[in-house]
C-alpha cells in the first residue's frame, strides 16, 4: 500500500480542482452568456482532450514545457530544478487536461439560469459581483458541483499523461495509478489488488456523496 | 430564492464550510513543512527489481538511510535524465547510456561496472514451449506452428529486448518469430507478459527469474553468452547526486553487498572498471 502515492494523487485532484474552480467559471459564463463569431471554434479547442489520445497531449505538454522549451528553461532558471518531473508540471498538465471536463458541466449550468431572472436582478440594482454570488453561482451550482467532481475523479484516473510528463519518481510524481502499474510490473499484485480496491472505493463514494449532494442542491430552488 | 439564503446562513453549514477551507489549506501548506531530507531517488534498469530492492532494504537496516526506487528501461531513463529528471543515480543495464551520458556532460565520472547480465528463455507452467539454451525447443514450435505470443522487451530502448533480438536473429529464428512478439516496455514488463499464460513465454533477465516471484511461475534456461552482446551494467553518480547518494553508491560496491548481485545471477566484473 502506497500511501505516499495515494497522499500524491489526493493533493494533486485537490489542489487542481481549487485552481479549476475560478477558470471553469470564468469560462463557462463567458461561453453561457456570450455568442461570438468563433464561439464553436472555441468550444472546440475546450473539448479537445476529450477526444484526443492521452499521448497527443503528453507529447505536446512535453514540447511545450521540457527542458528545451522557452517556458522550460524559464522555469529551470527560477525554481532550480525542470519543470516536467515535478509536481508543479503534473499541476500544469492536470489543469490543462482537465479543462472539458471543468468547463462544460459549468457550461451548462449558467445556460440554465433563464435570462430573465439575472435580468430582475440587474433591474433590482445589485451589482454584478452580488448578482454573481447571490443569484448565478446558487442557481448553477449542481453544474459547477459536477464539473469539480468530475475533475477531482478524472485526474486521480489519469495514467498516460502522468506518466509522460511525470516520469515515475517516488514522492514527486508517482501517483497511485502509475503505483499500481509499477507494482504489477514488480509482481507485488498483493499491493497492487489492495491499491485497486481502495481507488475503486474511493471513487464510488466521491461520485455518490456528489450525486446526493446535487439532488439536495437541486431540490432546495423548488 | 429566499429559502436558499436561509440555508446558507445556517451555521452548522458555515461550520462545515469553514472546516472544508481549514482542510484545504492544510493540504497546500502541510506537503512543503512536513517533508523531511529528501531521500535520493535511483533510477534503476528493471532487471535490478529484486536485487536493488533487497540492497535498498539492507542500506536502510544498516544506516537508517532510506532510498527511493524507480525502475523502467536503461534508454528511456536515460532521455529522462537528460531531459532534467531529478535522479541521484542512474543503473543502467547496458554500459553505453552510461558512458554516453558522462561524454555529454551528465554525470560526474565515467560510472563504475557492477556486473554482466545473462538472458534467459521463460516458458510458463502449462505452455507447450519446452526450454532449452539452444532454443530448440522454441523452434520445433515455430516450425509446427504452434507459436501466438512470444515475449520480449523493447529492443529500441531496453538493453535485454536488443540482446534478445540479437539471440533471435543468432539463432536464425528473427524472421519467423518477429509476427508474434509482444513487446514490454522494460525487462519487468516482458517478464509479466512471458509469464501470463497467454502467451508461450519470452526471454527474460535472469536476475529476474531467479526470484521465487517469478521462477514459481515456470520454467526457464540459460542462453549462452555467445549468442548476443555482453550486458555489461554499469552505475553512475549523476551531477546533483547528494551526500546520502554517495553514501549508497560506495555501499554498493562492498563486497558483502556485491554478493547480491551475485546471488541474483550477475557476473562480478573482476576489477570495478
Given at each position: 500500500m502506497d500511501w505516499t502515492a495515494l497522499w500524491l494523487s489526493l493533493r494533486l485532484s485537490t489542489i487542481t480542482i481549487l485552481l479549476l474552480l475560478p477558470i471553469g467559471i470564468t469560462c463557462g459564463r463567458l461561453l453561457a452568456y456570450r455568442d461570438f463569431r468563433g464561439k464553436g471554434f472555441v468550444e472546440a479547442i475546450v473539448a479537445l482532450p476529450l477526444v484526443l489520445p492521452p499521448t497527443v497531449v503528453g507529447y505536446y505538454l512535453l514540447v511545450s514545457f521540457g527542458a528545451s522549451s522557452p517556458l522550460g528553461q524559464v522555469w529551470q532558471n527560477i525554481f532550480d530544478h525542470s519543470l516536467v518531473f515535478s509536481f508543479e508540471g503534473l499541476l500544469f498538465a492536470s489543469i490543462i487536461f482537465n479543462l472539458p471536463f471543468a468547463i462544460q458541466p459549468?457550461?451548462?449550468?449558467?445556460?440554465?439560469i433563464p435570462a430573465d431572472i439575472?435580468?430582475?436582478?440587474?433591474?433590482?440594482?445589485?451589482?454584478?459581483?452580488?448578482?454573481?454570488?447571490?443569484?448565478?453561482?446558487?442557481?448553477?451550482?449542481?453544474?459547477?458541483?459536477t464539473a469539480m467532481v468530475l475533475s477531482f475523479a478524472h485526474t486521480l484516473g489519469e495514467f498516460g499523461i502522468v506518466l509522460m510528463v511525470g516520469g515515475s519518481i517516488p514522492g514527486e510524481t508517482r501517483t497511485i495509478a502509475i503505483s499500481i502499474y509499477d507494482r504489477v510490473q514488480a509482481f507485488d499484485n498483493a499491493a497492487a489488488a489492495q491499491m485497486s480496491a481502495l481507488l475503486l472505493v474511493l471513487s464510488l463514494v466521491v461520485i455518490a456523496l456528489v450525486f446526493t449532494l446535487s439532488r439536495r442542491a437541486g431540490q432546495s430552488y423548488n | 430564492m429566499a429559502h436558499f439564503v436561509h440555508y446558507k446562513n445556517n451555521l452548522a453549514v458555515k461550520n462545515v464550510r469553514n472546516l472544508c477551507l481549514s482542510l484545504i489549506l492544510m493540504l497546500l501548506v502541510l506537503p512543503t513543512q512536513v517533508q523531511p531530507a529528501q531521500a535520493p531517488i535511483i533510477a534503476a534498469a528493471s532487471d535490478l527489481q529484486f536485487a536493488l530492492t533487497d540492497i535498498a532494504a539492507l542500506f536502510q537496516s544498516q544506516t537508517g538511510q532510506s532510498v527511493k526506487l524507480s525502475f523502467g528501461s536503461s534508454g528511456n531513463f536515460a532521455r529522462q535524465i537528460r531531459q532534467g529528471a531529478p535522479f541521484d543515480i542512474y543503473f543502467s543495464a547496458d554500459e553505453s547510456y552510461v558512458l554516453k551520458l558522462f561524454r555529454d556532460g551528465l554525470t560526474r565520472d565515467p560510472g563504475t561496472l557492477y556486473g554482466t547480465g545473462r538472458v534467459v528463455i521463460f516458458a510458463p507452467h502449462n505452455s507447450t514451449l519446452r526450454v532449452d539454451g539452444s532454443l530448440d525447443g522454441l523452434r520445433r514450435l515455430l516450425t509446427t506452428d504452434q507459436v501466438t505470443r512470444f515475449a520480449i522487451a523493447n529492443p529500441e530502448h531496453a538493453p535485454y529486448g536488443?540482446?534478445?533480438?540479437?539471440?533471435?536473429?543468432?539463432?536464425?529464428?528473427?524472421?519467423?518469430?518477429?509476427?508474434?512478439?509482444?513487446?514490454?516496455?522494460?525487462?519487468?514488463?516482458?517478464?509479466?507478459?512471458?509469464?501470463?499464460?497467454?502467451?508461450?513465454?519470452?526471454?527474460?533477465?535472469?536476475?529476474?527469474?531467479?526470484?521465487?516471484?517469478?521462477?514459481?511461475?515456470?520454467?526457464?534456461?540459460?542462453?549462452?553468452?555467445?549468442?548476443?552482446?555482453?550486458?555489461?551494467?554499469?552505475?553512475?553518480?549523476?551531477?546533483?547526486?547528494?551526500?546520502?547518494?554517495?553514501?549508497?553508491?560506495?555501499?554498493?560496491?562492498?563486497?558483502?553487498?556485491?554478493?547480491?548481485?551475485?546471488?541474483?545471477?550477475?557476473?562480478?566484473?573482476?576489477?570495478?572498471?
Open positions: 459549468m457550461q451548462r449550468g449558467f445556460e440554465s439575472r435580468d430582475a436582478a440587474a433591474c433590482c440594482g445589485m451589482s454584478p459581483w452580488t448578482v454573481l454570488t447571490k443569484v448565478e453561482l446558487p442557481l448553477a451550482w449542481p453544474g459547477i458541483l | 536488443r540482446r534478445a533480438l540479437e539471440l533471435l536473429r543468432h539463432f536464425g529464428l528473427w524472421s519467423e518469430i518477429a509476427q508474434h512478439l509482444v513487446i514490454g516496455e522494460n525487462i519487468s514488463q516482458a517478464a509479466q507478459f512471458a509469464t501470463s499464460t497467454s502467451a508461450q513465454g519470452g526471454i527474460i533477465a535472469y536476475s529476474l527469474a531467479l526470484s521465487p516471484k517469478v521462477s514459481t511461475l515456470g520454467s526457464y534456461a540459460l542462453i549462452p553468452e555467445k549468442s548476443h552482446s555482453t550486458l555489461r551494467q554499469r552505475m553512475v553518480l549523476l551531477n546533483d547526486a547528494g551526500a546520502v547518494a554517495e553514501q549508497f553508491y560506495a555501499f554498493v560496491q562492498r563486497d558483502d553487498v556485491r554478493a547480491i548481485f551475485r546471488q541474483y545471477g550477475f557476473t562480478l566484473p573482476s576489477s570495478n572498471n
